[in-house]
């Protein structure tokens, strides 16, 4: 029998979503973001790159600039007002303590219960090789939970007056070939569906499809995918470490 996915927890206020990209988040997870602002919840994003590599046909510095617009207006769909930018290069993002402390600050400067990346591994799924940028993005988020809570690492964040938090209970990792648990997607599909059009530009240099039609088609085959192992709904799903 396949097993099935736990509801994710639900006694959490603030959460802060740490990704390498514009539209990292919209390839899966904001479906649950949308349905965790309905709820009253408070979601943050913070980037470590402004995507400005990721068009062939545009220079980086025509790309930032736009690619930030996209993800504001993208965040804005499902209730995320808050976005942040690490300025850290787009595709050549490196593992280690600066990464980290730069990640360690925002945790302290937001003070989430639960802090959201994506797939850290070399693989997705055993099929498709994984990014530089996510695995180091991700495996930089996960251990930054920690250095968040730890006055002696990083005590430099401290002369900036960002106090330890040690407050993170979850680290929910997306797009994990293992996941554990999963967020319904049924009130948030559409909107999700929206905010990954938002990042038009990104899509039409991706595909001749219609971005629109691409975007719904994509998402919500991922949904139904995961949903299978959630009582027949759509939904979300995320590996959980618990802190």
Known sequence: MTTQLQ????????????????????????????????????????????????????????????????QRASAAVVGVTSVEFLDHRDG?????????????????EHRPELVITLNHRDTWGEVAWNTPDHVAVGRATLDAAADAGNRWIFPELRERGLEPWNGVKWVAVAGSSTPTHAVDATTGLERAVESLVAHRTYIEALTDEDPRTYARAFLTDVAGTVGERFGGRPAVAFEVFTR
Do not use: F, N
């Open 92 to 108: 050549v993002i490196e593992y280690g303590p600066p990464l980290r402390r730069d990640i360690a600050a925002a945790i302290r």
């Open 7 to 70: 509801a994710m927890p639900t006694d959490w206020h603030k959460a802060l979503a740490v990704v390498a990209h514009p539209d990292d988040l919209e390839y899966g997870c904001s479906a649950a973001v949308a349905a965790w602002t309905d709820a009253g919840k408070e979601v943050a994003y913070l980037l470590a790159t402004r995507g400005e590599a990721g068009i062939d046909t545009l220079s980086p510095q025509e790309c930032a600039p736009l690619r930030e617009r996209e």
